[in-house]
């Protein structure tokens, strides 16, 4: 199944995809995509998306999950990409928290904060949690995973890394984590380690790789951080981005407002936004 929300900011209702590309509306069925609705997914069996309404062509789209209580993402977990920011492959994930009130919708404009030069983009894969998770086995790992969603790690290069202490501020500024354009059950992903993904700027292809080359897998990545924390419905873990951010670019390329970045992983659909000044 492929989970959406659309309609207006702060009133997205739940929905799906159906067989024909249509959006099909599932607030009869579901409160929301996100809580308990994730953590077992056994309603999506007797679902018939011919008989859920028809949504009109045009809405936009939300987050492809509510409530989201935490934003992880792990940091240089492909070794191309570590190298082209000059740093080695840690010899465990590295780990750092994306503020939540980042999280917007896959189309929505991105905006470029106050002050920043800096700001850059990172196609990932997203991983959101089903089943609580807490000192899991790397084996158990998806068992715990309700689907896979695109994110954009957008991020801001100088308040992630010289502006003090720890990455938070260049990665948690406000639209600074565009998710969706759906959440795909993991059913349909056969194998999140052979993924296709790719990232243009106004058209010129930045990124194109695949999470073939991910140092840390899906499976390892949510055992391990089960280890420190439980990780509960609607949690969404980036797993790192490979190697084409701006930052690696000499000179580096940062984006400036009018920029159209989109991205797209193979099954998991695309993104496009609009990069404009937070004025
Ligand atoms: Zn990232």
Redesign the pocket.
């Known amino acids: 199944m492929k989970f959406l929300r659309y309609g207006s900011a702060g009133s997205e209702r739940p929905g799906l995809i159906d067989g024909d590309g249509h959006i099909r509306d599932l607030s009869g069925v579901v409160d929301d995509i996100g809580g308990r609705w994730l953590a077992d997914l056994s309603w999506t069996r007797s679902l018939d998306p011919s008989q859920l309404p028809l949504v009109e062509a045009g809405e936009r789209l939300g987050p492809c999950v509510a409530g989201t209580g935490k934003f992880i993402?792990?940091?240089l977990n492909y070794a191309d990409h570590a190298a082209e920011s000059g740093l080695e492959v840690p010899p465990e994930p590295v780990i750092f928290m994306k503020a939540t009130s980042a999280i917007c919708g896959p189309n929505d404009d991105v905006l470029i904060p106050r002050g920043s030069t800096a700001t850059d983009w990172?196609v990932?894969l997203g991983v959101v949690i089903g089943k609580p998770a807490k000192y899991i086995s790397e084996e158990q790992a998806l068992e715990h995973v309700a689907g896979y969603c695109v994110v954009n790690?957008v991020?801001e290069r100088d308040f992630q890394t010289k502006r003090s202490g720890q990455w938070t501020k260049g990665k948690s500024c406000d639209t600074f984590g565009p998710i969706g354009p759906w959440l795909v059950t993991r059913d349909e992903v056969a194998n999140p380690q052979k993924l296709k993904m790719w990232l243009k700027v106004s058209g010129e292809m930045k990124q194109n790789g695949s999470t073939e080359t991910m140092v840390y897998g899906v499976a390892h990545v949510i055992s391990y951080l089960s280890q420190f924390m439980t990780l509960h419905p609607g949690d969404i873990v980036?797993t790192?981005?490979p190697p084409g951010v701006g930052q690696g670019f000499k000179p580096p390329r940062y984006l400036k407002a009018g920029d159209i970045v989109e991205l797209g992983i193979e099954g998991l659909g695309t993104q496009r936004q609009v990069f404009r000044d937070d004025i």
């Open positions: 993402c792990i940091g990172e990932e790690d991020s980036s790192g981005t």
